[in-house]
T-cell receptor, first 117, second 118 residues
Framework: AQSVTQLDSQVPVFEEAPVELRCNYS??????LFWYVQYPNQGLQLLLK????STLVKGINGFEAEFNKSQTSFHLRKPSVHISDTAEYFC???????????????WGLGTSLAVNP | NAGVTQTPKFQVLKTGQSMTLQCAQD?????MSWYRQDPGMGLRLIHY???????DQGEVPNGYNVSRSTTEDFPLRLLSAAPSQTSVYFC?????????????????FGPGTRLTVT
């Protein structure tokens, strides 16, 4: 993977509204995809991941993401957000593992989701 | 399991001082890494290790040293602190680092160390 772009740096939304956080990547090979969440003053934790199989992936806290290979995207969605979803969300990509490639994750810059009452 | 632990949680240093940020994990993960997080810059990899005795540089290694004498511990040393090193530092670990063994490389993060250099 060469780069990850999170298209929105900040997303304000009202409670119970739907939300989509967008992530695009560039890579010449197959990839693994991840979304991590960072709550205020905490470390990051895995929200969901795509390794293979169904392109619709469900994660914790009601989040889901869809892998679109043709558009090289992995957008995160939730149909109804809560105040407690206020956090920073990071998209990350790594190339499908083989004997020669880099083991490092490539990170997006993050999207700050602010859920307002 | 305690997961990934980091100490200290907060630290203030004067320019030129040295210190070590501690990181330990009890999940028998072979892959460990250090990141720094700065506003608007996301996570940047400082150093990483694929097993005891093996370390390598990430994208921003200057001013930092690491060593990996055991599977559990991966300390990060600041040799001579500079204001540019003011940041939040995260340690992370994952299992199955070897490509042919498969695995997703999901990373588990510590709670972070907030470092201020004056």
């Amino acid at each position: 993977a060469q780069s990850v772009t999170q298209l929105d740096s900040q997303v304000p939304v009202f409670e119970e509204a739907p939300v989509e956080l967008r992530c695009n990547y560039s890579s010449s090979v197959s990839v693994y995809l991840f979304w991590y969440v960072q709550y205020p003053n905490q470390g990051l934790q895995l929200l969901l991941k795509y390794l293979s199989g169904s392109t619709l992936v469900k994660g914790i806290n009601g989040f889901e993401a869809e892998f679109n290979k043709s558009q090289t995207s992995f957008h995160l969605r939730k149909p109804s957000v809560h105040i407690s979803d206020t956090a920073e969300y990071f998209c990350a990509v790594r190339d499908f593992p083989n004997a020669g490639n880099n083991r490092k994750l490539i990170w997006g810059l993050g999207t700050s989701l602010a859920v307002n009452p | 399991n305690a997961g990934v632990t980091q100490t200290p949680k907060f630290q203030v240093l004067k320019t030129g001082q040295s210190m070590t940020l501690q990181c330990a994990q009890d999940m028998n993960h072979e892959y460990m890494s250090w990141y720094r997080q700065d506003p608007g810059m996301g996570l940047r990899l400082i150093h990483y290790s694929v097993g005891a005795g093996i370390t390598d540089q990430g994208e921003v290694p200057n001013g930092y040293n690491v060593s990996r004498s055991t599977t559990e511990d991966f300390p990060l040393r600041l040799l001579s602190a500079a204001p540019s090193q003011t940041s939040v530092y995260f340690c992370a670990s994952s299992y199955r680092p070897f490509p042919l063994a498969g695995g997703s490389y999901e990373q588990y993060f510590g709670p972070g160390t907030r470092l201020t250099v004056t």
